[in-house]
Structure formats: C-alpha cells, structure tokens
C-alpha cells in the first residue's frame, strides 16, 4: 500500500495513519529506491525511455489514466510488465528509468493512479483536493482496469506474429491491493503476480496491525466509526476522503489472492517501517492453502523500499523477474529457489 510516515508533520488536517504502511508513494519511492547507475541501452539503438502515456478510461474524452510505458532495454522482447505503484499523488517518471532498469528484455508499463500525472512531484501531505476526493480503491481499479484491457490488447511490435509475449502484473504497495481485480481481466497471457512491500492482507486487517504496532489503537477504532457513520463521503478525515476509508473498509485482498490461479511471489523487508512483521507473517501462513504457487522472501535489513545499507532490495527482486523472463516456463518461484 503507498506511504508517509506518521511524523511526517503536523498540518490542520492530520496525515493518514495508514497512507504510512500503504507504500512506497510515488514520492516515497525516491527515498525507497532510486538508483544511480544509468540504464543500459539497446547496442546501436541509443537509450530507451519511459515516455508518457494517456489511456482513455470513460466515455468523456476527459477522462483518462495516464501510464508510462518503455520497450526492451536489450532484445529479444521476452515478457510484459504491468506495475501498479502505491498511493500517492506523484508520478513517476523523473525515476522511472533508473527503477525498472533489471527489467532488461521486457516491455514496461507502469499505471498511475487517477489525477496524477508522470511528472507530477507534490508530497504525500500536499496532494491538491480534487486528488482527495476522487481518490478510493473501486475508482482506481475500475479505471485501471479499463486502461490495462487497452494495453494487453496492443500486441508489442517485437512480437507481431509471434505469440505474444507472458504478462506479470506488479503491486508495489498500495498498489497490491489491486492486482486480484487486474488479474482478473489480464487475459490468458498472465504468467504471475508480484508483490512489493504489500502484507496481502486485506487492508483493514493491515491497517488495524500498524495503528497497534505505532500506538494509534484508538485513533484506528475512532476512523472505523467514523467511516461507519451518516457522515458525508467528501468529508476528510486522516488526510482522506470518507469514500477512500469506506472503499478501504470492505476492500477484500486476502482471499482473492489466495484463490487467485497465478502463481505468486511476495517480497518485503524485514525493517519495514510501515508493514508490521505480523501482517506479513498472517498472510504467509494464510497463504499456504494457496492451489496455485506461492513464494515469499524477506530481505534483511531492507525498509518499506526494500533498501539496505550498501543493498538495493528492489533491483534484485528485478533480477529475479529477469531470470524468470529468460526461461518462463520453469514458473515465476524457480529463480528464488536458486538463491
């Protein structure tokens, strides 16, 4: 789920409690990952971007979900990437091409939430007010939904042919609690889920063992009244709307992964910050009745952005979906098996 810590500064409207454990936020993800080292190039082609794109998602023209999408950085074309980052109101591309580096022969599409733009840089706790009030998970997977339906149906030109190439869909935080309504419309292509600094918990579950692991018990019990109550849905509270909590409250997640057909791999860091080590260990028991494959791997000393001293946690989990892209028929849980 996307993140700011619960210090982050005192404002007339306090800061979410839970925007904490809910990811890396866009704007977060500098401070979770960003990595130095420039991106390599496809010999003779120069270098391969990010570069925006805008899918229409409604009947007005308006409406629309803005992406950032690459192609391989190193030929041949061997597999698709979809990521869906957390929940912030910044976007990504001033470090998109450093961040999906290790993706190195896979064509890239990362989906940002409604109202927020690639190039967007506002702060967790500045997120305009239109953002706040349209901001909520069924708004986000129903346009994301619709935007990824256009993207697995354009073929990538490398393929053209050919078979098209398999499709993993990536939840980095928040941004996990959507991938059992994604996987459900990504078609027969779908080759696995993954999981970046997200419980698989559903988020009230998740929410409640952060408010207890931080000491904000009460304040957690007093927003579940709240979002109970006759209380208009624009009405903000915790930095978010009540339609954000009311959506939140009865968002499933658990058991949609654990019945989901694809096979499964999750990644956290053993000092997450904003993740309790319990939720993680809740679902990861949960998760064993799983029919389909499931793996799991912690990684020591790494934070809510999977960064140790002297450790980029989330290059080696692209490392991972890299050794799986070269030989995807041995399953998206092999490469960790061999570390």
């Excluded at 959507?178 to 027969?188: E, F, Q, R, T």
Aim: proline share 9%; with cysteine.
């Amino acid at each position: 789920m996307n993140a700011m810590a619960l210090s982050l500064r005192q404002r007339t409207v306090k800061a979410s409690l839970v925007l904490a454990f809910f990811a890396c936020a866009v704007t977060g993800l500098h401070g979770c990952a960003a990595p130095q080292s420039p991106a390599e190039t496809v010999e003779g082609q120069g270098a391969v971007r990010f570069t925006p794109l805008r899918l229409s998602v409604g009947e007005d023209p308006t409406q629309a979900l803005w992406a950032l999408q690459r192609g391989p950085l190193a030929l041949p074309l061997r597999y698709r990437v979809v990521v869906i980052p957390g929940s912030g109101c910044a976007g990504m591309g001033p470090l998109a091409d450093r961040y999906f580096r290790g993706l190195l022969h896979a064509q890239v599409t990362v989906l940002h939430k409604p109202g927020v733009h690639p190039q967007d840089t506002s702060a967790p706790a500045d997120c305009p007010s239109h953002f706040v009030q349209s901001d909520s998970l069924s708004h986000w997977a129903a346009h994301a939904r619709v935007a990824l339906d256009q993207i697995v149906a354009i073929q990538p030109p490398a393929s053209v042919g050919a078979a098209p190439p398999p499709l993993l869909l990536v939840g980095i935080s928040e941004g996990a609690e959507l991938l059992p309504a994604l996987a459900a419309v990504a078609g027969p292509d779908l080759a696995g889920v993954v999981m970046i600094s997200s419980s698989g918990l559903d988020p009230r579950e998740a929410g409640r063992l952060q408010a207890l692991r931080t000491g904000h018990g009460a304040d957690w019990d007093a927003l579940g009244r709240m979002q109970a109550s006759t209380a208009s849905d624009s009405s903000v509270h915790q930095g978010r709307s009540l339609r954000y909590w009311r959506d939140l409250w009865r968002w499933p997640v658990q058991q949609p992964l654990i019945d989901g057909p694809w096979p499964l791999l999750q990644v956290w860091g053993e000092r997450d910050e904003l993740v309790p080590a319990a939720a993680y260990g809740q679902f990861a028991q949960a998760a064993q009745r799983r029919a389909a494959p499931y793996c799991a791997r912690s990684l020591p000393g790494a934070d809510h952005g999977l960064q140790a001293p002297g450790a980029d946690g989330v290059q080696q989990v692209l490392q991972w979906v890299q050794q799986w892209g070269r030989s995807p028929g041995a399953g998206l849980c092999a490469s960790l098996a061999l570390h």
